[in-house]
């Protein structure tokens, strides 16, 4: 993955970032084509960092790059969908796991504090934020387990997630959502391993259970109005 922890990115970082945060919360969808000479121009950079940021979102799944034509938002195939949940299905049960063997007091108020921003989102309609921290969520838990190391990998698959339920959730449906979240937290609150890790598989599996075949009907939104 390229991403800068330090204060001052890169600018291939910068835009790797942008790029990144648009398509996980689903401003860019699948298949939108990606201009180098526009992305250039939106972020005030040379046409190579750009290739560059774009062979790393490549890298990382996010891009698809097609010689003499271009790069384009990814478009994960159902059976890739269903690989993707499977591996996180069985990352994040051990997360869990390895959460509720020491989640702290304070670990315990982070994951209610997130929950509760989720709500706060969800009731004022912000979808960009609603979806953010709907992922998000899953991120804290891989952080307060304590693994560097999961969260970077669940962080990959989570933005794939993204990706999967912009193309194949039928519109209406809702991403994670609070409640399931607030029962997982009340679950790894009581250090209930096996129940914990029950209600975070349900919730995975039912994410997955919302999806089909149905493309999207909304149209393709402009580069400059997504990015600036
Ligand atoms: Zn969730």
């Known amino acids: 993955m390229l991403k800068s922890k330090s204060n001052a990115p890169s600018p291939t970082e910068a835009i790797y970032e942008r790029l990144w945060d648009a398509i996980a919360e689903r401003n860019l969808r699948p298949g939108t084509r990606l201009k180098e000479e526009q992305l250039a ?13 774009l062979a790393a979102l490549e890298r990382d799944g996010l891009v698809r790059l097609v010689p003499n034509r271009g790069a384009f938002v990814a478009e994960p195939t159902i059976r890739e969908a269903r690989d ?22 304070g670990a315990i108020n982070r994951l209610k504090a997130h929950v509760a921003e989720e709500r706060a989102a969800a009731e004022r309609c912000d979808r960009a934020a609603a979806v953010r ?19 970077e990998v669940l962080r990959d698959l989570v933005s794939r997630t993204s990706l999967i339920t912009a193309m194949y959730q039928p519109r209406g449906e809702k991403d994670c959502g609070p409640d399931e979240h607030e029962d997982i937290v009340s679950k ?3 250090g209930d391993v ?7 598989d349900h919730h995975l599996d039912h994410i997955e259970r919302q999806l089909n075949l149905a493309q999207s009907d909304e149209g393709p939104r402009h580069l400059r109005e997504i990015l600036s």
Request: charged fraction near 20%; aromatic fraction near 10%; proline fraction near 2%.
């Open 188 to 190: 790894i609150a009581c």
């Open 84 to 105: 993707i949940f499977f591996a996180r299905a069985t990352i994040e049960s051990k997360l869990v796991e390895r959460l509720c063997a020491h989640a702290s007091t």
């Open 194 to 200: 096996e129940a914990a890790k029950l209600a975070m």
């Open 41 to 53: 121009e939106i972020f005030a950079v040379s046409r190579a960092r750009v290739r560059s940021a």
């Open 133 to 151: 921290l709907s992922g998000g969520f899953h991120l804290l838990i891989a952080e307060l387990a304590g693994s560097p190391y999961l969260f």
